[in-house]
């Protein structure tokens, strides 16, 4: 009982976190996290199906089948509305987003009526165990293959948009890397320039001061004395 109410409250909130991420533009991480939130909500709903199969082909009664059904296709809906409002933020996270909008929209077309197929293949009189077994099988398995196909290029998407998000945050480190190492040596060579400047500044006033043009006067030297001028 425990365990069913954290399940439960953790669907909640995965939930709310999909939902709240549309409209909103995410980076290539945060776009991987919720997929794989969505994923998670998705396989745990499609286990209350899986069991209400179970049960609907040992009873024969399909009530608890088709509100389980039409719970997971209410929220892949809800999922799919979410991730169309998204913004992109670079080529490989919009690749990524509609490669996953794609596969639930595949999951919607197909899995209903998969589940209803073998609904009707499970409630034949005539089949035994076995090979109504073998039938289940025959239905479900293209549909898991298929599946599988899917989750492996989704996956093989997420980690290209993941590395090229590494790859930008990466130039960006470097640039502004480059950026202060040239404003520190503007800096430098600015200091430098003002120093030799002041330098060769002071020196030829000192060397105006000391110029061998300019003779000192001394006390007396043009003015006439008595006796010069007679």
Same mark, same amino acid.
């Given at each position: 009982?425990?365990?069913?109410?954290? $399940?439960?409250?953790?669907?909640?909130?995965?939930?709310?976190?999909?939902?709240?991420? %549309?409209?909103?533009?995410?980076?290539?991480?945060?776009?991987?996290?919720?997929?794989?939130?969505?994923?998670?909500? $998705?396989?745990?709903? +499609?286990?209350?199906?899986?069991?209400?199969?179970?049960?609907?082909?040992?009873?024969?009664?399909?009530?608890?089948?088709?509100?389980?059904?039409?719970?997971?296709?209410?929220?892949?809906?809800?999922?799919?509305?979410?991730?169309?409002?998204?913004?992109?933020?670079?080529?490989?996270?919009?690749? #990524?987003?509609?490669?996953?909008?794609?596969?639930?929209?595949?999951?919607?077309?197909?899995?209903?009526?998969?589940?209803?197929?073998?609904?009707?293949?499970?409630?034949?009189?005539?089949?035994?165990?076995?090979?109504?077994?073998?039938?289940?099988?025959?239905?479900?398995?293209?549909?898991?293959? *298929?599946?599988?196909?899917?989750?492996?290029?989704?996956?093989?998407?997420?980690?290209?948009?993941?590395?090229?998000?590494? %790859?930008? %945050?990466?130039? *960006?480190?470097?640039?502004?890397?480059?950026?202060?190492? #040239?404003?520190?040596?503007?800096?430098?060579? +600015?200091?430098?320039?003002?120093?030799?400047?002041?330098?060769?500044?002071?020196?030829?006033?000192?060397?105006?001061?000391?110029?061998?043009?300019?003779?000192?006067?001394?006390?007396?030297?043009?003015?006439?004395?008595?006796?010069?001028?007679?």
């Amino acid at each position: 009982m425990i365990f069913s109410v954290r $399940l439960g409250l953790t669907m909640v909130f995965c939930a709310l976190s999909v939902v709240s991420a %549309a409209g909103r533009t995410l980076s290539a991480q945060e776009l991987v996290d919720e997929i794989g939130d969505s994923r998670m909500i $998705l396989r745990e709903l +499609f286990g209350e199906v899986s069991k209400s199969l179970k049960g609907t082909i040992e009873s024969g009664n399909p009530g608890q089948l088709e509100q389980s059904l039409a719970r997971y296709v209410r929220t892949l809906d809800e999922h799919l509305a979410a991730f169309e409002t998204l913004s992109d933020a670079s080529p490989a996270e919009r690749a #990524l987003r509609l490669y996953f909008i794609a596969f639930l929209q595949w999951k919607r077309a197909e899995l209903p009526g998969r589940i209803k197929a073998v609904v009707a293949v499970g409630r034949k009189p005539s089949l035994d165990p076995v090979r109504r077994r073998a039938a289940i099988q025959d239905l479900m398995e293209p549909f898991a293959k *298929e599946e599988r196909q899917w989750l492996k290029q989704l996956d093989e998407v997420g980690k290209n948009a993941l590395l090229q998000q590494s %790859a930008i %945050a990466g130039g *960006e480190v470097e640039r502004r890397s480059r950026l202060r190492t #040239l404003g520190g040596l503007l800096v430098v060579f +600015f200091l430098s320039v003002v120093g030799v400047a002041g330098g060769i500044w002071i020196f030829l006033k000192g060397a105006g001061r000391n110029s061998p043009g300019k003779v000192p006067r001394e006390p007396g030297m043009g003015k006439g004395t008595p006796g010069d001028f007679g």
